[in-house]
């Protein structure tokens, strides 16, 4: 029989720490780790699981055999397995195998530290370690300016399995051709950031990522974790900050991974109304053990420590926050005061939040959160849960639902567009039209407009033009930005033969166009979560569905005057009150020919007169293009 020596990472106070729900590095000792050990080269195993008998490693190294290498229980009652096996190198192919107190063998469980794993279906985990050396040095230094709340934060959201495929092949492309050809394309449209649908390693593609089983590994369908490295560097090298979407809220019950780990419910909740997600059949953590509250800070903070990530996107937060959450009358159980709010869940998202921004403080934590809890974007000491932002998913349904009427029935229903501003500086909040707009029978977002083909692009540039003159970060799933016609389908490619068509291209051209009016513009950014930078003009004229208001910035001479015609209907020598007498220049005009506009409505220049209007003493007329937006600045 092979021998299993003993060896430990582990401090007293690292268990003390690990005990406590506090020890936020835990990457750092658990998992497979290449290390020599008196002159002596091979991996130190550990692994958590305090219900087990024994617990040993099979592998490629040892045939698979469960009696080769068992891993010693420390005598501290941590409930950690931990062992030296000489000879293990970097690549080797392992899982631990787990007797339970019962006798009872568990599945053989992937390694939930594994820093990498085999490509699905396989499942097994691989011994991994890589000394990448960074490049974004200057990013890196310069990011707090980049991700702050007064910068341009426009997100392209991206499925790596579906944005191109390498057609010949019939294959995903890798990290290593996605930092060239997805990089480039993110530069070239002027997007401030990207953000990635879940790439820890998944076995279900259907998931789209977000049934996850390796939380410390990148998924290995694109190529190895250095590689995905390579890509979030070359990001960073075109001054591009890299989101990922993490997954706190729940995780699959495959055999090989966190659920009935050790044969008792160690990772998730033992109260099924606490522990199972009915709406997709999964398991939920258990938030109110300290040891699980420590595995996933370490989770959050190990990507933006080890792959230099510059934010995170939560899932699914208002699941975790409601005891009831998508449950009938019986099937959940009240708070100790009797309250529907998950406490245990809070308490661990506030934990999160205050650990990430103390360690990290360059970054944002992004909420996909749909109700209205209230401060989810607000700072802890201030009863908030201490994310840097919210998505603003009550304008995504309302300004959808806005969009997709008939434009003759657009002034009944002129409120449902207006009504966002009401609570829009409540939160820090993003606008997203994601990926669960486009799947699902949902429509592409083009085709959730009415009209002929140049009502619905004439709609897309608007809603478009909208989203990015309106308070809040902007999120775009890909696709949307040339107007795919088709669902999203995580399967297959976007239509990128669509961009030989006018209309497409000219959509394409606008969103790069409001990413750089965005970015160039002050108004439209430094003031973008504060009511200081919004001001109506007048949001009451339903009868002709027009309205116009005012973008500002910290100083006067950078206010943008933005009108939208929500109509096919020209408008010709319009009058809106402005707040003071000059001139005035068009710096945008979604109606423009480059966009597949008509390009007949421009406003050369056009001078205010002491006109009262609108409540102010000075006005100007207007040429309001069909279906278009026009904005302003002062000479």
């Not at 592998?59 to 469960?66: I, P, S, T, V």
């Not at 960074?134 to 790596?160: G, T």
């Not at 506030?350 to 607000?378: C, G, L």
Request: proline share 5%; charged share 25%.
């Amino acid at each position: 029989m092979a021998q299993t020596i003993a060896h430990s990472l582990f401090t007293e106070f690292d268990i003390s720490l690990f005990q406590a729900g506090k020890h936020y590095r835990l990457y750092e000792k658990f998992g497979a780790h290449l290390i020599t050990k008196d002159g002596v080269e091979g991996t130190y195993f550990s692994v958590w699981a305090p219900s087990a008998k024994s617990v040993a490693v099979i592998g490629d190294f040892n045939f698979w055999l469960e009696g080769e290498h068992h891993l010693n229980v420390r005598w501290d009652g941590s409930g950690i397995w931990e062992g030296f096996i000489p000879g293990v190198k970097k690549g080797s192919i392992y899982k631990y195998k787990i007797r339970n107190s019962n006798n009872d063998i568990t599945t053989e469980k992937a390694d939930p530290f594994a820093r990498r794993c085999e490509h699905p279906p396989k499942t097994a985990s691989v011994v991994w370690q890589d000394d990448y050396d960074w490049k974004d040095k200057k990013w890196m230094k310069n990011r707090k300016k980049n991700n702050a709340l007064d910068a341009p934060f426009s997100v392209y959201e991206v499925h790596l399995g579906s944005w191109k495929k390498q057609i010949e092949e019939n294959r995903f492309l890798s990290y290593q051709e996605l930092a060239e050809d997805l990089v480039n394309y993110v530069d070239e449209m002027n997007f401030t950031h990207v953000e990635f649908m879940p790439i820890m390693e998944y076995p279900y593609d259907p998931s789209w990522g977000y049934q996850l089983t390796g939380y410390f590994a990148p998924t290995s369908r694109f190529g190895y974790p250095d590689e995905f490295k390579f890509l979030v560097d070359k990001f960073h090298e075109k001054g591009i900050g890299v989101l990922l979407d993490w997954v706190p809220s729940h995780f699959p019950s495959d055999d090989h991974g966190l659920g009935f780990f050790d044969g008792s419910h160690l990772y998730e909740h033992p109260d099924r109304r606490k522990g199972y997600h009915q709406d997709w059949k999964s398991l939920i953590f258990n938030y109110g053990r300290n040891e699980i509250k420590a595995f996933l800070i370490s989770n959050a903070i190990f990507w933006l420590d080890q792959y230099h990530a510059d934010g995170l996107r939560v899932d699914a937060v208002a699941s975790m926050l409601f005891l009831d959450y998508s449950r009938e009358e019986g099937q959940w159980e009240p708070n100790e005061f009797g309250g529907r709010e998950n406490l245990e869940a809070i308490s661990f998202i506030k934990d999160m939040n205050a650990a990430v921004y103390e360690s990290f403080p360059d970054v944002q934590t992004i909420a996909e959160e749909s109700t209205s809890f209230p401060q989810v974007s607000r700072p802890i000491y201030d009863g908030g849960l201490g994310f840097g932002m919210k998505w603003m998913m009550g304008w995504m349904h309302d300004t959808l639902d806005y969009f997709a009427k008939e434009p003759i029935y657009r002034k009944h229903h002129q409120n449902e567009l207006t009504f966002s501003l009401n609570y829009a500086f409540t939160e820090n909040f993003m606008l997203p039209l994601s990926h669960d707009e486009v799947v699902y029978g949902k429509k592409a977002i083009v085709d959730k407009m009415p009209g002929d083909e140049w009502q619905k692009f004439g709609n897309l540039r608007l809603l478009y033009s909208f989203m990015f003159t309106h308070p809040g970060a902007k999120l775009l799933f890909q696709g949307g930005e040339f107007g795919q016609t088709s669902e999203w389908n995580f399967n297959g490619s976007l239509d990128w033969h669509l961009l030989d068509y006018k209309v497409h291209k000219g959509a394409q051209t606008l969103v790069k166009d409001l990413n750089k009016l965005y970015k160039e513009q002050a108004a439209l950014h430094q003031k973008q979560f504060s009511p200081e930078g919004f001001e109506w003009i007048d949001h009451g004229d339903h009868e002709n569905s027009i309205m116009s208001y005012i973008r500002k910035g910290n100083n006067e001479k950078d206010n943008i005057i933005i009108v939208l015609n929500l109509t096919p209907i020209p408008r010709e020598n319009y009058r809106i009150g402005v707040p003071k007498a000059g001139t005035l220049n068009e710096v945008f005009n979604s109606d423009d020919e480059k966009y597949n506009g008509t390009g007949n409505f421009k406003n050369e220049n056009p001078t205010t007169s002491i006109k009262e209007w609108n409540g102010r003493e000075n006005s100007v007329e207007l040429n309001l293009p069909p279906l278009g937006m026009i904005a302003f600045k002062y000479q």
